[in-house]
């Protein structure tokens, strides 16, 4: 009896420990060279003018924020519509599935004072290319303040050269687990000032322009087989504007 209680024991604890390093990378299948380079390769190409879209300011992160986030790269910018004149906050990283996940609006804007306003829920966005991206979208409220946010996950294909697949999953832990590296997107628009209705708009309009640009810049950096090189980068943060 004792042997067999033993045995079982020893079965739960292999199991939970081999479930807990999967689903935080401690047997993670991408190399640090890896995603290294997936970051550079972003903040290297991600674009600066698409379509009714171009960049007005790069902004601040908080280098602590950043590292919370698990950010190995990022980007942080604010963009101008040229037609609307609305504006659009960017905020993007690579990371680890786990640190992707695990760093969401609803868990780090409380953090920084806001209330959930809209809860969080699903959209599916028509890409200028022909393809839909899946996000989430909800807004969040300080001292009469309100941001509406939108923010989805770029996983990489099959194939080493097509176009990310973006995706909002339900449980993100468990459907980006397995993944080399995920590229995380934030939009985020001032909704005090223009409307629910205009900024649902401006957000989509933003990613559905942005993602065919970025999937073509990100394919134009890399070459056959490689990503750039250049020196390491910092674990980085996310703006506090923007995504945190």
Not at 50 to 66: A, H, I, N, T, V
Not at 99 to 127: K, M
Not at 181 to 195: C, E, S
Request: with cysteine; proline share 6%; net charge negative.
């Amino acid at each position: 009896m004792h042997l067999a209680t033993f045995g079982v024991a020893t079965f739960l604890l292999v199991g939970v420990t081999l479930l807990q390093g999967s689903f935080t990378e401690r047997w993670a299948s991408a190399s640090r060279d890896q995603i290294e380079q997936a970051a550079r390769l972003l903040e290297a190409e991600f674009p600066k003018r698409f379509k009714d879209w171009s960049e007005e300011q790069e902004l601040e992160s908080d280098p602590k924020e950043l590292a919370r986030a698990g950010a190995v790269g990022h980007v942080s910018r604010l963009y101008l519509n040229s037609r609307s004149k609305s504006r659009v906050s960017a905020f993007m990283v690579c990371a680890l599935p786990h640190d992707a996940s695990g760093h969401t609006p609803d868990r780090c804007y409380p953090g920084a004072g806001f209330t959930v306003g809209e809860s969080e829920h699903r959209v599916t966005i028509p890409a200028g290319d022909g393809r839909t991206v899946e996000a989430f979208t909800g807004t969040f409220v300080k001292a009469g303040q309100t941001l509406r946010i939108f923010w989805t996950y770029g996983v990489t294909g099959e194939e080493p050269d097509a176009p990310l697949d973006w995706i909002a999953p339900t449980i993100a832990r468990i459907a980006l687990n397995g993944e080399p590296y995920v590229y995380k997107l934030y939009a985020i628009a001032d909704q005090t000032r223009i409307g629910t209705s205009q900024s649902m708009l401006e957000c989509q309009s933003f990613i559905a322009q942005l993602v065919p640009a970025l999937d073509s810049a990100l394919a134009a950096g890399r070459s056959p087989g490689e990503l750039p090189t250049a020196a390491p980068v910092e674990p980085a943060v996310t703006d506090a504007a923007v995504a945190d």
